[in-house]
């Protein structure tokens, strides 16, 4: 595992820790009693930046047995990799899934995709998709995106095509490529769930195709040459 995705993970693991914060606050009290864990988680991400996984992983397990989540995750994802000593599949689940149970929406989604592949832990949708929706419901993105595909689909859900657009643009105003063209695919068509509204269709394309969307890009291109064409034919003819 090269050292950038190792970054961007404990990042990702910040992020969603703030997320799941602000979703669901801890009680000041259980805050306060976490405090030296966050002290150690903090200089476990530091010794791990630094290329220290032993004591990394050593800090982020006392810091996960006090019960700081974004510890408990990271040390899962250490025991996974074999950072910092032999690769512990086992033990990895049985921290993400307490970083997953204490709320944190990162550790939901990828417990989730365990599920969904059945990587380590058995395959089951039904499981999947109850970790996609739990930490989608407090702002996980690739969640939100992730359960709207089954609802669309019909996996493990009932099909549900109003239910994955919610999902849809919720994770389309979080910034998800995907979600963002699906969105605007939605509005221009309606598909008996929403009024179609060809203004909407062109925002959410504009906002995919600023990502670098090839499709939406020729969307847009389509609309403009439509409208184009609307507007000469509903122009009166010369000397008229």
Same mark, same amino acid.
């Given at each position: 595992m090269s050292t950038s995705y190792a970054a961007r993970r404990l990042l990702a693991g910040f992020v969603a820790t703030l997320i799941s914060a602000a979703c669901a606050p801890i009680p000041y009290a259980v805050a306060a009693a /976490? !405090?030296? !864990? /966050?002290?150690?988680?903090? /200089?476990a991400v530091h010794h791990y930046e630094a290329g220290q996984q032993t004591q990394a992983l050593d800090e982020f397990h006392r810091a996960a047995e006090q019960g700081n989540r974004l510890a408990q995750f990271d040390y899962a994802m250490m025991l996974l990799n074999g950072e910092g000593g032999a690769p512990d599949p086992d033990g990895a689940v049985r921290w993400l899934e307490r970083a997953a149970n204490a709320g944190m929406t990162q550790a939901q989604y990828v417990y989730g995709k365990m599920f969904d592949d059945g990587y380590i832990v058995g395959k089951s949708i039904p499981q999947a998709n109850r970790w996609y929706e739990k930490a989608a419901k407090q702002g996980h993105v690739q969640a939100q995106a992730a359960i709207a595909n089954e609802y669309f689909i019909g996996r493990g859900v009932p099909k549900d095509y109003k239910t994955a657009f919610g999902w849809y643009e919720? !994770? !389309?105003q979080g910034g998800d490529l995907p979600s963002q063209y699906i969105v605007a695919s939605y509005y221009e068509r309606g598909y008996g769930v929403v009024t179609p509204d060809l203004d909407q269709a062109r925002a959410w394309y504009e906002k995919a195709a600023a990502q670098g969307d090839v499709a939406a890009k020729g969307k847009l291109d389509a609309m403009k040459r439509d409208r184009e064409a609307r507007a000469t034919l509903a122009a009166p003819p010369n000397g008229k």
């Open positions: /976490q !405090a030296p !864990a /966050q002290s150690l988680t903090e /200089q919720k !994770a !389309a």
